[in-house]
């Protein structure tokens, strides 16, 4: 079997030289694969320095975007996706880089249409990932990818070993064209959990049940790693393996992007020897979330 055609997607935000450099820098490690096509959109003061990039690089394959709506990410990104064409949807998260071959990575999309794989968790290999999937029995083992039939009685299984709720889908992924649309159509959660300007509201839970069954898959080694999130794994970023400059903190970017979401001014995380008030807090942000949404349509 050939390449499977794929399609990259991203709307992203490029503010700062950091955040360029590591988006050309990811760019760069897999742009052989050759996609038939790049479905873009940028945000963020850098956004044209970006689209200069993309453009030099891929001419005529580069559907480029600049739009940042006050309906949020969400609803930006189903109007670039209207015309999709190929059979997988490449979901671009801009800090993660290509570690294995671009041979690998196409098998493990062959093997993905081969097993009717919904997803492919393509980055965020760790060990509290492969221990999660491994609660269940897996579906099919190839040489690249293995899959796990995600249903209602596996996700229960994996939430009572877990003890805990947990994503199963997620932005660091290869979908087929028809669930990507899925995810991102999807209203779900009802109960929004991120300010709308940002895609994190795309990854959905066990709870959130979006389908009665999502055929997961895993590469069976890895492909991309994280630039600078360990993932709460000491060691597994790039930056922490010393594999890629660590010009600036991780704290730092976030702070100068999104203040919220640092350490020093995560109130959630501020919160976590109050468990009600923890619960009370995350609860009121995100009715606060969801208004924000409904008013802005």
Known sequence: MNKVNLTIFSNFFIDNNERYQRMV?????FKNYYPEEWIINIRGRFKYKAGEFLKKELDT???????ESRRGWINDSR????????????????????????????NSIIE????????????????N??????????????????????????C????????SD????????????NFFLEVLNSNKPYLKRWPRHLPFDFEKKSKDYLK???????????????????????????ISRGLYPNRISRNKLLIDEYEFMSDKHNIKNRLKKFTYLRIIYIFLKRIIYTINVFFNK
Not at 79 to 106: A, P
Not at 112 to 127: E, G, P, R, V
Not at 156 to 163: A, G
Request: glycine content about 4%; some cysteine; overall charge positive.
């Open 25 to 29: 820098d990811s760019f760069n490690s």
């Open 61 to 67: 394959k580069l559907n480029l975007f600049y739009l």
């Open 79 to 106: 109007f670039i996706v209207k015309n999709i064409k190929s059979e997988f949807v490449f979901y671009w998260v801009e800090d993660h880089i290509l570690i294995s071959t671009i041979k690998d990575l196409q």
């Open 112 to 127: 993905m249409k081969k097993f009717k794989a919904d997803q492919l968790l393509y980055s965020f290999y760790t060990k």
């Open 129 to 154: 990932i492969i221990e999660r999937y491994s609660i269940v029995k897996p579906d099919k083992v190839g040489k690249f990818i293995t899959t796990t039939i995600l249903d209602k009685e596996n």
């Open 156 to 163: 229960k299984k994996i939430r009572d070993k877990l003890n």
């Open 166 to 177: 947990y994503y199963y889908t997620y932005c660091p992924s290869i979908m087929t064209k």
């Open 212 to 238: 009665p069954i999502i055929i997961n898959s895993l590469p069976n080694r890895e492909l991309f790693v994280s630039i600078d999130d360990d993932r709460g794994e000491g060691g597994y970023s790039l």
